[in-house]
């Protein structure tokens, strides 16, 4: 089978500990897009892991990771990262594979960011990880590849800078490398779960362009970054937390406002710890937004759902989730491609209670609190997609399967 899993909002909706979580029942882990700039948390038994390149899945014993057909990879991070799971103790050697048609980020595309971004009439705010120039180029046809390291007439026409940081990495690189169509199609009998960076609504095509990163993050992009056909790909989870964030800048509808909500913004920012695993940067925080998810599940094919943070909920006496937008006095429930009418919307806000008893590592759906059910079960009924997941703290453990998506059908 192959497992997609995707973020379902604006990205740190918690993907790594549902992938490591997930990566029990594979035999390999696939990162399919991004680079560096993505920001992927994993707790096991208290000790938290950060990962911006190798896929989530690397901390279950045995399994092989993948950076895949559609990552850009800085190589310099990459062996930053390795050498961590080394000083911690994790063997790697043997079960990290990179993809051959992978793109590689140089160290002079970050400058090049940074300044791109500095000289726009409206900043993104990028990373400043150049991964935008490296897809850029890419685009261009002037990317330079993981196999085109090894490209005696590609390597000389290098610029000299260029190939003087990359030399010491070239023996290092070597015994990663492999043809990912190739190895999907030799495992094709076996469990590979596809692991997405940011989320759908920062999908270059998908969201809220031109606020959106330069990857494709969508469940479709893992057909791309795997290689293989889209018939292949069997069912897509989709991630969301039970509210929303958003880190740079671009239209969120349902943020948190002073005039309305008082200081929940900042109870919500320290309570969740919701600061950028990549840049530190404070994450803007807001209601759950089933506009968006509505969307995020209809254009990705979600089958399933998986919800995490509801723990920094815990002990809030009223919940609010935004059910539909108001434009120029006229309600949308779809969501709108342009951004000048989503900096517009108003969220038309429903108020649920909210629950007193702590969802805090509790195991079974049943022990959690009536309100918590029934505002999954609010959920569920707004986007017509099950929730399979429910995460009840930052631990592997704390953890409830209500359905396990490696099920047969």
């Not at 160290?107 to 990880?129: A, C, F, I, N």
């Not at 095509?205 to 889209?230: E, H, K, M, N, R």
Request: aromatic residues 8%; glycine residues 12%.
């Amino acid at each position: 089978m192959r497992l997609v899993v995707i973020g379902a909002q604006w990205g740190d909706e918690g993907k790594g500990k549902v992938v490591d979580f997930l990566a029990e029942g594979a035999q390999m882990i696939l990162r399919y897009s991004g680079g560096a700039n993505a920001g992927h948390t994993v707790v096991v038994e208290g000790r938290t892991h950060k990962f911006h390149l190798i896929p989530s899945g690397i901390l279950n014993p045995g399994k092989t990771v993948v950076l895949g057909i559609g990552m850009v990879v800085d190589l310099a991070t990459l062996f930053e990262e390795l050498g961590e799971l080394s000083a911690q103790g994790v063997p790697w050697a043997g079960r990290v594979l990179l993809a051959d048609r992978a793109h590689i980020v140089l160290p002079r595309y970050k400058e090049m960011d940074r300044s791109r971004d500095q000289e726009r009439k409206v900043p993104l705010g990028t990373t400043g990880r150049g991964i935008g120039i490296t897809y850029a180029l890419k685009a261009f046809r002037e990317g330079i590849r993981v196999a085109d390291l090894f490209d005696s007439q590609v390597w000389q026409a290098l610029e000299p800078g260029d190939r003087a940081f990359l030399e010491p990495y070239l023996e290092r690189v070597r015994p990663l490398v492999t043809d990912v169509s190739a190895l999907m199609y030799e495992n094709r009998g076996r469990n590979v779960l596809l692991e997405g960076a940011q989320g759908t609504l920062l999908d270059l095509d998908l969201g809220t362009y031109p606020f959106v990163s330069s990857g494709v993050s969508c469940a479709a992009g893992a057909a791309l970054g795997a290689g293989i056909g889209p018939h292949r790909l069997d069912r897509v989870v989709g991630v969301f937390k039970a509210y929303a964030t958003r880190v740079g800048n671009g239209p969120f509808p349902s943020r948190f406002t002073r005039e309305r909500d008082g200081d929940l913004e900042e109870r919500v920012r320290e309570i969740g710890h919701e600061y950028g695993v990549t840049t530190g940067r404070p994450r803007r925080c807001g209601y759950l937004d089933l506009v968006a998810l509505r969307y995020a599940c209809r254009s990705n094919g979600v089958d399933s759902l998986a919800i995490t943070k509801m723990d920094v909920l815990d002990g809030m006496p009223e919940l609010k989730v935004c059910t539909a937008y108001r434009l120029d006095g006229r309600s949308l429930e779809g969501f709108p491609a342009s951004i000048q009418a989503l900096d517009r919307v108003e969220p038309v806000l429903e108020t649920l209670p909210g629950w007193k008893e702590p969802v805090k590592g509790r195991r079974r759906y049943e022990a959690l609190p009536p309100q918590a059910r029934a505002f999954i079960d609010f959920v569920e009924r707004s986007c017509g997609v099950p929730v399979g997941i429910v995460s009840t703290g930052q631990n592997r453990s704390e953890t409830i399967v209500r359905w396990n998506p490696w099920t047969p059908s």
